[in-house]
């Protein structure tokens, strides 16, 4: 099972928000094909051009902001963008 893997079912579970990291919530959201762009400061904007939704995402130390992991995961069951 890959690294890409292992993170997204992670999220999918649910079970981590408050201990997820940043650089494994920019790891799902790349590998799904979201596009990063730096809005300045530490704020990244995550898009794709087949999703209305536009994700706004800080880290909070090195650690993902629970309330943003859980965007993401409803993003990804939304559209179906789990590839397991």
């Known amino acids: 099972m890959s690294k890409f893997e292992k993170v ?3 999220i999918l ?3 981590s928000d408050n201990n997820f ?3 494994e919530l920019r790891l799902i959201l790349l590998n799904l094909g979201f596009t990063e762009r730096s809005s300045g ?9 087949d999703i209305t939704e536009i994700l706004n995402i ?5 650690k993902a ?3 943003q ?3 993401v ?3 990804i069951l939304k559209y179906n963008l789990s590839k397991l």
């Open 8 to 10: 997204l079912l992670k």
């Open 58 to 62: 800080q880290p909070n130390g090195s």
């Open 73 to 75: 995961r409803n993003i």
């Open 65 to 67: 902001k629970p309330y």
């Open 21 to 23: 990291s940043y650089l």
């Open 41 to 49: 400061g530490s704020h990244r904007i995550f898009f794709r051009n």
């Open 13 to 15: 579970s649910g079970s």
């Open 69 to 71: 992991v859980k965007q």
